[in-house]
């Protein structure tokens, strides 16, 4: 089985077919509700509680719309950026779907999202935990910030409107604000962008695309031509691809890289790919004209193919072979960390409901473990097992390759319910509540 990570290795300094010459700026907007306005001194004070110091070179900006009550910028230990802070009044149907309809002040913070600072690697060390990757420690500070800058009792939402992303204050309790765990252990680089999914209809190939890379200062990654069956490997190659870029370099243009064990892929600026896509199917050049002059990457695999004329192509062999689960993908780290967390604090739920349904011949409960000696010079695997018993402390599974393992809760890194659901949709540690209603 492939280990969890595995950085890209292909000894080459960082394409510049992929430079970014400037990253989007990212807003967070947070729905407040009541008549009274909010204070810009509990703002500061929000501010300071989340960067761990009180902001420094305030200063009011000024206000030439009406509707705009307050707004300052300042500086925070260890950006770069300054970051702008403000109070509006909410207009009706303003938020996602209606909401939080009775808001009436919207806080909103901007900004342009930075790497890690040394504060975070001195963290990690105290802490023997993995550097945050960049921005993610950034991004859980400005939440936090706009989150708590009216207090969370009167926050009603906030809202990531590039992403279309709603944080619930129960979200912003836990993942932002320190609930059950501390600020932002639960967050990972997942909370950066978001993969849309477009096609002329059902049966026609796919197009999939990232959307928030830009703001970190990556090109936005893009398949083509992805045959319908295969769309829920290429969205996980996609997904696992896009996190890791955050903190990875990404490889040269057109030079093969390593997205899992022997799964070599190549990325290749998406004007070029998409020139021999069809004006029918998705992802043609004529769909590309409102993208600007950024660059985009499209997933292809490696080596052109073509003996008239060479063309970069979907990578179709390597998403059947993760269809077939004969290859796994490179992650990184602070995902398999955030996997782990969230599988443990929840494993008691999947040992009641294995408790009330594991003798069911149609309801199937996994758990990915770690397994092997402990050697330093020899990775442990991470291998999916069939539960035959789960206690509060660990458990007992199986599978054709490992056989019969009994393992701690220390081990545990994943687990999935099949069968529960109808539809055939798996349950897993992000979905902890459907569990808890069955």
């Not at 110091?53 to 900006?61: F, G, H, N, R, Y």
């Not at 303003?94 to 901007?110: F, G, K, M, Y």
């Not at 402390?393 to 319910?417: C, E, K, M, N, Y």
Request: include cysteine; glycine fraction near 8%.
């Amino acid at each position: 089985m492939a280990r969890e990570h595995q950085p890209i290795q292909i000894g080459l300094p960082p394409e510049s077919a992929w430079r970014i010459t400037e990253p989007t700026p990212i807003s967070l907007v947070a729905f407040i509700a009541g008549d009274e306005l909010p204070d810009p001194g509990e703002a500061f004070l929000a501010a300071a509680r989340a960067f761990g110091a009180e902001p420094t070179s305030v200063e009011p900006m000024p206000i030439d719309d009406p509707s705009i009550h307050w707004a300052f910028s300042f500086e925070a230990r260890g950006r770069t950026s300054r970051v702008l802070l403000w109070c509006e009044a909410a207009r009706p149907g303003q938020s996602p779907d209606n909401r939080a309809p009775d808001a009436r002040h919207l806080i909103v913070i901007q900004t342009l999202l930075e790497p890690s600072t040394p504060d975070d690697a001195a963290r990690a060390a105290a802490t023997k935990q993995a550097v945050w990757p960049a921005s993610v420690a950034d991004f859980v500070r400005l939440a936090a910030t706009a989150a708590g800058a009216a207090g969370l009792a009167r926050t009603q939402l906030l809202f990531d409107p590039e992403l279309g992303i709603v944080y619930s204050p129960e979200d912003c309790a836990r993942l932002f604000l320190g609930g059950a765990t501390p600020p932002g252990e639960l967050v990972d680089e997942r909370h950066l962008y978001r993969i849309e999914l477009r096609s002329r209809g059902p049966g026609t190939p796919q197009w999939i695309t990232t959307v928030g890379l830009a703001r970190v200062g990556k090109p936005e990654l893009e398949m083509l031509e992805v045959p319908e069956p295969l769309t829920a490997a290429a969205l996980q190659l996609i997904d696992a691809l896009a996190a890791r870029f955050i903190s990875e370099e990404l490889p040269h243009a057109g030079v093969p890289f390593e997205a899992g064990v022997d799964l070599a892929l190549a990325l290749v600026p998406a004007t070029e790919a998409a020139e021999t896509v069809a004006p029918e199917v998705a992802g043609s050049p004529a769909d590309r004209a409102r993208f600007g002059p950024a660059p985009r990457a499209a997933v292809c695999a490696a080596g052109q193919r073509g003996s008239f004329r060479k063309i970069w192509s979907t990578p179709v062999e390597a998403l059947e072979r993760l269809m077939r689960h004969d290859a796994g993908l490179f992650l990184s780290l602070r995902i398999v960390e955030v996997r782990e967390r969230l599988a443990r604090s929840t494993w008691n739920d999947l040992a009641a409901a294995h408790a009330t349904h594991g003798a069911s011949a149609t309801i199937a409960f996994l758990v990915k473990v770690a397994h092997g000696e402990t050697d330093a010079d020899t990775p442990l695997e991470h291998v999916w097992i069939a539960v035959t018993k789960a206690t509060s402390t660990g458990g007992r599974g199986s599978s054709p390759h490992t056989g019969a393992i009994d393992f701690a809760l220390d081990a545990v890194g994943d687990w999935r319910v099949l069968g529960l659901l109808d539809g055939g949709e798996s349950i897993g540690p992000d979905r902890v509540d459907l569990l808890r209603t069955r």
